[in-house]
């Protein structure tokens, strides 16, 4: 079956400091890749998505991240993060709608980014 | 502005007591879909629609029902056979959810929903 990972669960750093989260996914094709942002009580924000083309992908907030076919891979970067980063990211993962698929995402179990001053 | 609503923001409602959960969308989208959220595991599928009248279970349909009369509405009825419920419930939408389509998703902001 399909599957997301999202190593860790909670990750610290300084304002100013770079910033990856990891995403890891399990499948043999290539898939339909996204991350998105979630502040406390609030619903999901689209950073960015990566379709095809380009492997690296520029997102909103200065956000990026790079789909790494042969590591299964779509990891997020910051080159200098802002205590207003501060939030829940998930990324999640399409798989091939082909068929009798609809084009179901599958999320990873999120990532809590705690900015320090 | 274009977008997703969900109301009410926060719920509360007594064990056995069937509830429903408001999603409109006025981004012409064709599907909808209905996730519940609990700390720690991500989001999880219940119900999703690809067009007005028709709609299938997700991973975790059992005591949740859904209807899609309206392009626009795809309400949530949590019903007393969801044995915990307590949980934030996310509405999202897409342009097209018919097969060989994986698009966008577009969240509202989520209702709270807390079983007394």
């Known amino acids: 079956a399909q599957s997301v990972t999202q190593p860790d669960i909670h990750i610290t750093v300084s304002e100013g400091a770079s910033l990856e989260l990891r995403c890891n996914y399990s499948?043999?094709?290539?898939?339909?890749l996204f991350w998105y942002v979630q502040s406390p009580g609030q619903g999901l924000q689209l950073l960015l998505k990566y379709f095809s083309g380009d492997t690296l992908v520029q997102g909103i907030k200065g956000f990026e991240a790079e789909f790494k076919r042969s590591q299964s891979s779509f990891n997020l970067r910051k080159p200098s993060v802002h205590w207003s980063d501060a939030a829940e990211y998930f990324c999640?993962?399409?798989?091939?709608?082909?068929?009798?698929?609809?084009?179901?995402?599958?999320f990873g179990q999120g990532t809590i980014l705690t900015v320090h001053p | 502005d274009g977008g997703i609503t969900q109301s009410p923001k926060y719920l509360f409602r007594k064990e056995g007591q069937n509830v429903t959960l408001s999603c409109e969308q006025n981004l012409n989208h064709d599907a909808m879909y209905w996730y519940r959220q609990d700390p720690g595991q991500g989001l999880r599928l219940i119900y999703y629609?690809?067009?007005?009248?028709?709609?299938q279970k997700g991973d975790i349909a059992e005591g949740y029902s859904v209807s899609r009369e309206k392009k626009e509405s795809f309400p949530l009825t949590v019903t007393s056979a969801q044995k915990n419920p307590t949980a934030f419930y996310l509405c999202?939408?897409?342009?097209?959810?018919?097969?060989?389509?994986?698009?966008?998703?577009?969240f509202g902001p989520g209702t709270r929903l807390t079983v007394l």
């Open positions: 499948y043999g094709a290539t898939p339909y």
């Open positions: 629609s690809q067009i007005v009248n028709d709609f």
């Open positions: 999640a993962v399409g798989f091939n709608a082909g068929g009798t698929s609809y084009g179901k995402l599958t």
């Open positions: 999202a939408s897409s342009i097209r959810g018919g097969q060989g389509h994986t698009d966008t998703q577009y």
